[in-house]
């Protein structure tokens, strides 16, 4: 079966450049919420949820050292939304703000053992 999606948006670029971008907005701001800030938040929320949509899809690919890129897109969505929790505290928000840091904290453990494991097994070095 061919998916129209398939090698095109199983990445987190969006949701990293949305995230990084609200925070950067939000320190120039002097730390307040803007709509702008609200917009890219909730962009970066929606490409998660769609990525997170496919997650048996990309759990099937082979690991490699690209996963981490993965990483840092959920470490800046994590501290937005963190950042967001200190900003406007309510319930949801701060619960999550947990959620995405234990998620992003998680994710960065997994993809650090596999990455030992396969320099372990010889794997992400190219043999010459």
């Known amino acids: 079966m061919s998916h129209w999606w398939k090698g095109r948006y199983r990445d987190f670029r969006p949701a990293r450049t949305a995230g990084c971008g609200a925070l950067a907005v939000l320190e120039l701001q002097g730390g307040q919420p803007s709509l702008y ?6 962009f970066a929320l929606f490409i998660i949820l769609l990525v997170a949509s ?4 990309i759990l099937a690919t082979h ?3 690209g996963w ?6 959920s470490a800046a969505i ?3 939304a963190t950042q967001y929790a200190v900003l406007l505290p309510v319930v ?3 619960l999550l703000a947990m959620l995405a840091l234990a998620f992003a904290s998680g994710l960065v453990l997994w993809v650090a053992i596999l990455t030992i494991r396969g ?3 010889g794997e992400l070095i190219p043999r010459t």
Do not use: K, Q
Request: charge should be negative.
């Open 92 to 94: 949801g928000m701060t």
């Open 68 to 73: 981490w890129a993965v990483t840092f897109p």
């Open 63 to 65: 690991f490699s050292v």
């Open 78 to 80: 994590a501290t937005l």
């Open 119 to 121: 320099l372990a097994e």
């Open 37 to 42: 800030t609200h917009i890219l938040f909730g």
């Open 54 to 57: 496919m997650i048996g899809w």
